[in-house]
């Protein structure tokens, strides 16, 4: 029998909580490959990105791992996914892991929903670690949402990053089309694109306005064949390396013209 | 006299919030180059990075502009930076601004920082949103910062982007050194660099713990000499040209390789 210490240590996070669907399916696929560690934020933290908590405390707290598997290990965190990817490798796990995977996200992170997503924001922060990491999102918010159709592709993924490996200064933002059917896998780059912002008005009781964002995210370059948006609308899967590292290196010369 | 239809239109936001000294300081300086509109947190949001708010409602309040210069019109919002560009774009902006500035943040965003950053968060907002947008951060953290030395460059710089404006999806991350003299100005890219991550624990009056980040930043290439770290450990001031896009361009044909 294979021991212990041979099984690939799997960290997983997700930023929908602990209590969401997608992050027991990812569990459940990811305890025939290695010893599982679930370690989620206590509540949704959609949309806070590489947000992490200074000026407050943060509680631990063990989960027993009801459909989860039968040998996850399942803890939550009372902060945002960063937080959680920071206090599994510093306080939680027993040893360093060899891999992070993230979601199953309820949801899009293509296009620009990369930069806002908490589900990278956690993948990012173990990039950073230099742990190789995934991010699994399916285009569908609903808490109900079918999943089965994305499992082949993640274990197949997961099972050639635990083989190989990634670069380092490279993670990768997977996104599932959401159907019957996905016709197969794309490495592509974000398609740039942006949200219609709306901010509905309310009005409180005692006549004060407040605000609540809604909108729709617009392609920007919708004839774009080498983008995660063009080929999400055509039942792909779609992967993008995505890297931690903010600067334009292209533009630094130029830059320097101008300002030194 | 100008119209002021010709005078530049200035939106200005931070991480620190609005009580902070630093956003005064940088109000001060623009007010003599646009009209201009302050929209910043009413909290503090340090490390909020490019979080926003999608589950709660927002409020935006209008404030008497103290110290922060005669012909500056100045609101907070209940939320994260990003909040904060959001709602000065959609809601608060009688028109599209001509160049945003953020800051003067307490303390350095250069190095991993970057992708922490709420201030920066702010700034790759507006870069989305084809907005010419800098941030300005000195590297002390003490509310009481003497921004005096950093002045002429904010001036310099800011200057420069109203007249030239910014190449689309490019933003700047200017640090300053602390100290009596800078030097000048070097563009380059952020230090591969982390934290090294300590939570310290303590144990609550029912004996349950709870854990409190805590650290301090590890340059990974201190010989680098075309890093942020690197000019700021030598008096310099630095500017990072940054991207919102987090595609690693480069990789895409290696991992389409493995994957398609």
Same mark, same amino acid.
């Given at each position: 029998m294979m021991n212990d210490m041979d099984r690939p240590l799997i960290l997983i996070s997700n930023d929908?909580?602990?209590?969401?669907p997608g992050i027991r399916e990812l569990a459940l696929i990811a305890q025939d490959m290695g010893d599982v560690y679930v370690v989620a934020p206590m509540t949704p933290q959609s949309g806070q990105s590489s947000a992490m908590t200074v000026n407050a405390p943060l509680r631990v707290k063990q989960h027993?791992?009801? $459909?989860? $598997?039968?040998?996850v290990k399942v803890y939550s965190v009372s902060g945002t996914p960063v937080d959680c990817v920071k206090l599994a490798l510093?306080?939680?796990?027993p040893r360093r892991p060899d891999i992070m995977l993230c979601g199953i996200n309820h949801g899009s992170n293509a296009g620009n929903n990369l930069i806002y997503s908490g589900t990278m924001g956690a993948v990012m922060e173990a990039c950073m670690a230099g742990i190789a990491s995934v991010g699994y999102s399916l285009t569908?918010?609903?808490?109900?949402?079918?999943?089965s159709v994305t499992v082949p592709f993640i274990k197949e993924i997961t099972r050639r990053v635990i083989a190989k490996g990634l670069p380092s200064a490279l993670c990768l933002n997977v996104n599932f089309p959401v159907g019957k059917v996905i016709k197969g896998m794309k490495v592509v780059r974000s398609a740039a694109s942006h949200w219609s912002e709306e901010y509905r008005e309310y009005i409180d009781p005692h006549g004060i306005p407040f605000y609540w964002l809604t909108g729709s995210q617009i392609? #920007? #370059?919708? $004839?774009?064949?080498?983008t995660d948006l063009y080929w999400l609308d055509r039942q792909y899967a779609t992967i993008v390396p995505a890297t931690?590292?903010?600067?334009?290196?292209?533009?630094i010369e130029a830059i320097a013209d101008v300002f030194e």
């Amino acid at each position: 029998m294979m021991n212990d210490m041979d099984r690939p240590l799997i960290l997983i996070s997700n930023d929908d909580g602990i209590e969401a669907p997608g992050i027991r399916e990812l569990a459940l696929i990811a305890q025939d490959m290695g010893d599982v560690y679930v370690v989620a934020p206590m509540t949704p933290q959609s949309g806070q990105s590489s947000a992490m908590t200074v000026n407050a405390p943060l509680r631990v707290k063990q989960h027993v791992a009801a $459909g989860f $598997g039968g040998n996850v290990k399942v803890y939550s965190v009372s902060g945002t996914p960063v937080d959680c990817v920071k206090l599994a490798l510093n306080r939680i796990l027993p040893r360093r892991p060899d891999i992070m995977l993230c979601g199953i996200n309820h949801g899009s992170n293509a296009g620009n929903n990369l930069i806002y997503s908490g589900t990278m924001g956690a993948v990012m922060e173990a990039c950073m670690a230099g742990i190789a990491s995934v991010g699994y999102s399916l285009t569908d918010h609903a808490m109900d949402a079918n999943f089965s159709v994305t499992v082949p592709f993640i274990k197949e993924i997961t099972r050639r990053v635990i083989a190989k490996g990634l670069p380092s200064a490279l993670c990768l933002n997977v996104n599932f089309p959401v159907g019957k059917v996905i016709k197969g896998m794309k490495v592509v780059r974000s398609a740039a694109s942006h949200w219609s912002e709306e901010y509905r008005e309310y009005i409180d009781p005692h006549g004060i306005p407040f605000y609540w964002l809604t909108g729709s995210q617009i392609n #920007e #370059e919708p $004839g774009a064949t080498d983008t995660d948006l063009y080929w999400l609308d055509r039942q792909y899967a779609t992967i993008v390396p995505a890297t931690p590292d903010q600067t334009n290196v292209a533009a630094i010369e130029a830059i320097a013209d101008v300002f030194e």
